[in-house]
């Protein structure tokens, strides 16, 4: 029998009861996977009526390549266009750093306290 490896991409969907819609996302966001969380995502966004805010958890992450970025920033495109506040919580030092170099922090909604947020996320803008 095979241990399944430690990158293995997983996506784990959840609503909860005051109209959130959850990704949990754990292994690389690449080329190879990016497509199913757009794909996860589209369809909570879809909804209707949708979400009022769609968190995705990266703290399981372990690799976000540009087709992975990719995604983010089509996830936030179809969150702006349905008015659902996007957030990405628990962003590996790796996310931050891409997002900041990229310039496209910004376009991620600020961390409610308690869900990961910290310095890090408040001054992402440059390569550390």
């Known amino acids: 029998m095979t241990a399944a ?3 293995a991409f997983e996506l784990a969907v959840t609503l ?3 109209g959130d819609a959850h990704i949990t996302i754990a292994g690389d966001l690449d080329w190879e996977t ?3 969380l757009t ?3 589209r369809v909570l966004l879809k909804a209707a009526p ?3 805010r769609l968190r995705v958890d990266c703290g399981r992450m372990t690799l976000c390549d540009s087709l992975g970025l990719a995604s983010l920033l089509m996830i936030h495109r179809i969150a702006t266009a ?3 506040r996007l957030q990405l919580e628990n962003r590996p030092t790796f996310l931050r750093r891409l997002l900041g170099m990229t310039g496209t922090v910004h376009l991620f909604a600020a961390l409610a306290a ?6 890090e996320d408040a001054d992402a803008g ?3």
């Open 82 to 84: 349905t008015g659902t």
């Open 34 to 36: 990016a497509d199913e």
């Open 5 to 7: 490896p430690e990158n």
């Open 16 to 18: 909860d009861d005051d």
């Open 114 to 119: 308690g869900h990961g947020a910290g310095p």
């Open 50 to 52: 949708p979400p009022g």
């Open 126 to 128: 440059g390569a550390r």
């Open 39 to 41: 794909d996860a995502a």
